[in-house]
DNA sequence: GTTCTAGAAC
DNA sequence: GTTCTAGAAC
């Protein structure tokens, strides 16, 4: 965060000169508002009232209406003003929005902190005006975090500050104190963490997080930083204050706690902090579904935990079962011990993985998944308790980062702002991993080939331990959107950028995230990606002679009679002169300049819908002279021939001129862009998605009925041929296969 | 987009 | 030895 007051308010200072500002603070009860507003007033020679929704009433509860009114005329006497109240909802902070103007600029401070210690603060609060103390706190804090919307600046906030820690919240009360009556602070938006991600989508951007200078600048506060660190300490060292108890405490907890005795419930009484070591809680993959040998696993876990003791510094990982009995856990447990493994940093623990704080007292900032290679909800198991206990949110964050998983490998997830499992276990993030089957229901089943097996779960868990490891290492270093802010100065955006930029690729290719871009035409964005972003290719695309044959055809139709089957003013019809299945055409837009699918905008829908509607209408001719056959309409995501053409093809892929897995792969991964979903996403974003991650077109090879998975493209045809299983239900949805109507349903 | 072909994989 | 993939050239 940006709290480099000297040389920015220097720079704009004149800008706003003998300007008011007003201050919305934005938190939960027990955030630490009332406190800044005090520690700011305490010394800032810049007249300034704070309006307290507490006290305003006399004794009795206050109203938005009084605090307006008092808001506004502290405003006409010349005073720079407070909103403390919590302001957690956009409605809430509306009409204090309107108060600004010309003379006024209306800023916004987050105090976005742990739940956990709003919560401890409330409860332990007793002069408080709010009388919010006692049992309730927990759950008016909790309830009201649910309903928390972080200010943008299109709410009309010239500026917004976030602060996530204490540090933040030291900086930025000297950031405001440090101002007179002329000096101003830069607009835009500092510090914000978790951007909307629907948003981020759209003009996504690779940027470091700035150093904290906060934490130069208010080093001396650091070391002391931790009212919030010190209970916990005293609580976990309690019987003893050297260091070397805290390794006895850790196996204790985890020995008690597998005897079925709770650590307690730290967290309603404040002792979870952020000076809680980060700690990764894991299920053993593998061994429960999968039917992996426990005896091999445990063998496994305990092999990788040792190869990453030495890169964990303070933090920890915990193997985690359900199960009292759970023979995975005795088996480990009795391995490391043997091993010597410090308790420390790796014991096992009996509890519900999606509710290690609130049940087993047991903070864990990140926790592992046993996902599908889907990266799906459902199943049973771990996959499903923790898609379901951390909201639909996940499942979102989860689609932006991968579309499905190799077994081997891992990819961490930011849980949204909203997750439950993040407000109330404090569960930031969420890794899936893969592991290798053994079980012949299930998918890539291995065949009891434990030499492979074994190969991946080793895999697995190192690449688990890697992600959680870059998680710790850098906080900050996750991708961070700027979407409203964008036009604002980010705090020294060019710092670390590219250093964090290459990091972050890495990362990306370790754990096979898959990208999903959406290439934006909009000014600001290419502007931002060609800064920041390099992998976004550019607009303009270079096309081979070769590539030149539609565009000929598109132009000029009546030279190409022998090949067209049909042409309009605004598309031509032709079959594809290397079929890939039964039946296969082209619709080719005649738009001048419309090479491909990430040169279309809204104002080429009605172009969409007159190319799908044609192809429709080819297919319903298909249904009267042939054998039942089923369609999929779509665009490749980087076609290789230029000028616009919307493939119609059927799903037999029965065709001598499917040779290879691009061909396989560019009709049957998300590389096809569905031409459903392609006039869905113009209509609502004015872009269609474009997935031309390199990485889709080199996937395993999978059955487009039945998801099996095939070493190479012969086998792959062979069994093609025979599968009559359903179409996966994500097909069977708003039409994206065009089925015969005598021959629907499909099953 | 395809064809050709070296060499990897079986 | 044969099958299959993947990169270069067009």
Excluded at 68 to 97: M, P, Y
Excluded at 218 to 236: G, I, L, M
Excluded at 476 to 492: A, D, F, Q, W
Excluded at 512 to 522: A, F, N, V
């Amino acid at each position: 965060m940006d709290m480099d007051t000297d040389e920015n308010s220097n720079a704009k200072g004149k800008e706003g000169q003998g300007k008011l500002i007003m201050v919305i603070l934005v938190g939960a009860p027990g955030s630490g508002k009332s406190t800044f507003c005090e520690l700011v007033m305490g010394s800032s020679s810049r007249p300034w009232v704070r309006i307290c929704q507490d006290t305003i009433g006399n004794g009795k509860s206050g109203t938005r209406a009084q605090c307006l009114k008092s808001a506004t005329s502290a405003l006409n006497d010349g005073k720079s003003v407070f909103v403390d109240r919590c302001n957690l909802e956009i409605e809430q902070r509306a009409d204090f929005v309107k108060l600004g103007g010309p003379q006024v600029d209306v800023h916004a401070v987050v105090l976005d902190l742990p739940a956990q210690l709003c919560i401890s603060r409330s409860v332990k609060r007793t002069g408080h005006e709010g009388n919010l103390s006692g049992g309730k706190a927990a759950a008016v804090v909790n309830k009201m975090l649910q309903k928390k919307e972080l200010p943008k600046l299109n709410e009309g906030f010239t500026r917004i500050t976030f602060c996530h820690d204490e540090s933040d919240v030291l900086s930025a009360i000297d950031m405001y104190k440090s101002l007179d009556l002329h000096n101003m602070l830069p607009h835009g938006c500092f510090g914000q963490k978790n951007p909307d991600k629907k948003v981020q989508l759209g003009i996504m951007k690779f940027l470091k997080k700035a150093e904290n200078p906060s934490k130069t600048c208010s080093s001396a506060n650091a070391d002391k930083n931790s009212p919030t660190s010190q209970p916990t300490q005293e609580k976990r060292e309690s019987c003893d204050k050297k260091e070397e108890s805290s390794c006895r405490m850790s196996r204790n907890v985890a020995m008690e706690s597998e005897k079925g005795e709770s650590p307690g419930v730290r967290s309603l009484e404040g002792k979870i902090t952020q000076s809680d070591p980060p700690t990764l809680a894991f299920p053993s993959i593998s061994t429960s579904d999968f039917k992996f040998s426990h005896e091999k696993a445990a063998e496994i876990i305990v092999e990788k935990v040792e190869e990453f003791m030495d890169k964990l510094g303070n933090a920890r990982l915990v193997l985690v079962d359900l199960s009292h009995g759970s023979k995975i856990l005795s088996m480990v447990k009795a391995k490391a011990t043997e091993k010597n493994i410090s308790s420390t940093k790796f014991f096992t623990f009996v509890g519900d993985i999606t509710k290690l704080n609130s049940e087993g007292g047991l903070r864990c900032n990140v926790i592992a998944n046993a996902a599908n290679w889907r990266l799906k909800p459902g199943g049973g198991g771990v996959n499903a308790a923790i898609f379901s206990a951390a909201g639909p949110g996940l499942e979102v964050a989860t689609k932006q980062q991968a579309n499905s998983l190799h077994p081997g490998n891992a990819v961490a997830v930011q849980l949204p702002s909203t997750s439950p499992l993040l407000n109330r276990e404090g569960v930031t993030h969420v890794i899936h991993v893969l592991g290798p089957n053994m079980n012949p229901q299930r998918p890539n089943y291995l065949n009891n080939d434990y030499d492979e097996g074994c190969k991946l779960l080793g895999n697995a868990y190192s690449s688990l331990f890697q992600a959680f490891i870059s998680i710790v290492q850098d906080k900050y270093k996750s991708v961070k959107g700027i979407n409203e802010c964008l036009g604002s100065t980010p705090p020294e955006p060019q710092k670390h950028s590219e250093n964090s930029h290459h990091k972050f690729k890495r990362e990306n290719l370790q754990n096979l995230e898959i990208s999903k871009k959406w290439k934006g035409s909009h000014n600001s964005t290419e502007g931002l990606n060609q800064n920041n972003n390099k992998t976004v290719p550019k607009k303009s695309k270079h096309w081979g002679s070769w590539a030149q044959a539609l565009y000929d055809t598109a132009m000029h139709p009546e030279r190409h009679t022998n090949s067209v089957l049909e042409t309009s003013d605004d598309v031509v019809v032709l079959y594809d002169i290397y079929p890939k299945a039964r039946k296969h055409l082209l619709v080719v837009a005649r738009h001048e300049g419309l090479d491909q699918l990430a040169d279309v905008c809204t104002e080429h829908l009605p172009l969409l819908r007159t190319m799908h509607a044609m192809g429709l209408k080819w297919i319903h001719k298909f249904f009267h002279e042939d054998a039942p056959l089923v369609f999929r309409l779509g665009y490749h995501s980087a076609p290789s021939m230029r000028q616009l053409h919307l493939h119609v093809i059927s799903q037999d892929f029965d065709s001598t001129h499917l040779k290879n897995k691009k061909h396989w792969n560019s009709f049957n991964t998300d590389f096809f862009r569905d031409s459903v979903t392609v006039i869905d996403e113009v209509s609502s974003h004015g872009k269609a998605r474009i997935m031309d991650d390199e990485r889709l077109i080199s996937m395993e090879l999978r059955c487009n009925r039945c998801r099996s998975a095939h070493p190479n493209l012969p086998k792959l045809k062979a069994h093609i041929s025979k599968c009559q299983a359903p179409f996966p239900s994500t097909l069977l949805e708003d039409g994206r296969l065009v089925v015969e109507p005598s021959n629907a349903p499909l099953s």
